[in-house]
């Protein structure tokens, strides 16, 4: 079994990044806007923060109280949003339930949406608009099968969850790369005898170890979207690891597989974001 | 074997279209815009044309020359695009190249947007939002499956063809119907094989007769999407009627089947946009 490991293609984006930087005297800079103290938003947000910084990259962190009226969450918004200086926005979500989304949503502009959360860049998906950012991981996905030359013309992929992040869009971008896509989900009859047609088969429900070697082909490619905490409460994926070693012939860890492409797939998006604006 | 028919769905909908309008004393109106004379554009047009009246509806269609520039083409389209006594567009495409189709298309009111070819709607499919248009062929498919009472959650639902205004917005409408999805296409290895895992088979690669029984499991149900015309100058399917009857067990024949449907669902879009319109 060889594990799939994203360092290497990490490495490549980094290097793109920090030329970018470097040929062009800029600085692309990221505006994190977190509402609240949810632990796990703290914690991703330190993370970029720091991981940024080796990509030449800068992150501005914005925070506001969990109870802060819509008009106050719009007035910061709005002024990421016209601020030349900043590149992109990430917005931590769900937000409180007094936001609204759907407005911010509407103000963003396209070029600073770089999880592709907006109606333009979900429609771009569909276009094939390649101006468009698609959600970080699963761009993630598609970098990372090309980087280790996992073949997905006319291949079988299999999808397991289709949420509008992850699922629906993976789907989309698998289908534009010649794969035969499927996906499957919480209602999906017979779900492991679907799952085990699969030559790259994507886990992407959002629970800790619950896809096992069973719902896997003898030979097939594993890739492991989920970021969980066990029992013990160590990080892990949505792949149960240690029995689909067993039977998967390549496989991405958690950690160490697709979180820190899904991370570089951001920075990749922030500096692309800063040509776009400067372009305009 | 039953033949899965368009029309009592169509008389539904049709009474359904004329009870709005008799009691709202409105008339919805359609405009068509058609650029040069390709003959199945024109046919289609004089068939909207005949059938709208029985629904109650107007259709007036715009014609310009095919060498017409961008510039006059652009100027009729934002005219019934501001029109208030507009409420639909339906375009015939492909546009002749010298016409900016994407200038159109960010031009255009969603409302007015029939078809779902704005990215507005596509965006919209995506999101769930139940105000937008959905492609009418694609939603023309899943009205058909509720009305007879087709099951499709969990089931195994296989689309041949995955172009923007079939094969890639009809999965996300069965995604959101709790099916599980494959949509295959040229590229796909053992194509058969996979066709023949599903529940329901859809066709939609405008290839006339092209799908055969051997793409078929036994009892099956079978939609043809297709509009062709085969080598006697008869109009018929993606799928080889004659031999799929003997092993599907529900099926779309055409004419008569799906293409009806799509008509309908134009006229429900069209009473759809008049409401959203108004409430504006």
Redesign the interface.
């Known amino acids: 079994m060889e594990e799939l490991r994203g360092k290497e293609l990490v490495e490549k984006i980094k290097a793109e990044c920090l030329g970018f930087v470097q040929e062009h005297h800029c600085i692309p800079t990221l505006a994190v806007l977190r509402v609240g103290e949810k632990e796990s938003d703290i914690a991703y947000e330190q993370s970029v923060k720091k991981r940024f910084q080796g990509f030449g990259l800068e992150v501005k962190d914005y925070h506001l109280d969990a109870n802060c009226s819509n008009e106050e969450f719009m007035k910061v918004f709005r002024f990421l949003n016209d601020d030349p200086e900043i590149h992109g926005i990430l917005v931590f979500r769900p937000l409180p339930k007094q936001i609204n989304e759907e407005e911010m949503l509407r103000y963003m502009k396209k070029e600073k949406d770089l999880d592709g959360i907006?109606?333009?860049n979900?429609?771009?998906?569909?276009?094939q608009d390649e101006n468009a950012f698609a959600p970080c991981t699963a761009e993630a996905v598609m970098q990372l099968c090309k980087h280790f030359e996992i073949p997905l013309?006319?291949?079988?992929v299999c999808i397991i969850g289709?949420s509008?992040v992850v699922g629906?869009?993976l789907?989309?971008l698998m289908?534009n790369q010649?794969a035969?896509?499927?996906?499957?989900?919480s209602?999906?009859?017979n779900i492991k005898e679907?799952c085990k047609?699969a030559d790259v088969l994507v886990a992407a429900i959002g629970r800790a170890k619950a896809i096992g070697s069973s719902y896997c082909k003898e030979g097939a490619t594993v890739i492991d979207v989920g970021i969980n905490v066990d029992e013990e409460g160590n990080l892990c994926g949505d792949v149960d690891f240690d029995t689909m070693k067993t039977v998967a012939d390549k496989l991405t860890p958690v950690p160490g597989g697709l979180g820190l492409v899904t991370t570089a797939v951001l920075a990749q998006h922030l500096v692309r974001a800063y040509q776009l604006l400067e372009e305009k």
Chains 1, 2 share one sequence.
């Open positions: 907006t109606r333009e979900l429609a771009g998906l569909l276009l013309a006319g291949k079988e289709r509008l629906k869009p789907a989309i289908l010649n035969t896509v499927t996906v499957c989900h209602k999906t009859e679907v047609r």
